[in-house]
């Protein structure tokens, strides 16, 4: 095939590529590994129930502690 | 002497599609990797594909597209390196030898990491092979993109624009 023909093919692939890409969006597909996703999710709730728990009993310890001694402040 | 300059095409529309796709994809896979599984696989879905779309295109594509313009023998490749560094090395107008080895290893590392990830239907034990082979293919997307500085200060072109124009400037002393 000529080079002016293979370029014209060229935009034929940059249609695969756009077909592909409007494809995968619209599919449902299934997850390949739900397990880890569900495990990635429970560590970020872990991770997020620690990191705000923490902060939350930091910041009532540093109310009471203001409270108990006003002088402090 | 004197050096004649012109501008023609040498990335046709799908080489450029697939460069600008593959970047796109790549930053939304590794940004959605821990976070949002659904968009993480359909990324790499449409890493699949376009890699799948370059070999096929290697083999039957435009001048500068095709696997046989670019990919020379390897030892080519430490000449090509030795020759920059002593401040040499000759402009090619297509994929320089570095660049071509570059381009091998990436569709390499990216069907790998594929691989992996859909061997993660299997079980969690791929998940950290997957992961090795993702921060690997980070690796060379970062060495890519310092050879295209240095090969663009080096020469005096911006290759960045070639690659969305397409054109680049054919000197006379180009390989």
Known sequence: MSEQGLLRLSWFFVALVIASAVMLARLDLPLIAPDVEREHGEHRHDRERDTYGGLVQWSSGLVQTVVANPDTV | MEVKEDRILVWDPFVRVFHWSLVTAFVVAWASGDEWASLHERAGYFIGTL????????????????????????????????ALRTGGGERYLGHNPAGAWMIVSLLVMLTLTIGSGLLMADGEQWEELHEALAWATLLLVLLHVAGVVVSGLLHHENLVRAMVTGRKVRRQLDV
């Open chain 2, 51 to 82: 890699v799948v779309l370059r070999v096929v295109w290697g083999l039957i594509g435009t001048r500068h597209a095709r696997f046989t313009d670019f990919v020379v023998a390897p030892r080519r490749v430490g000449e090509y390196l030795n």
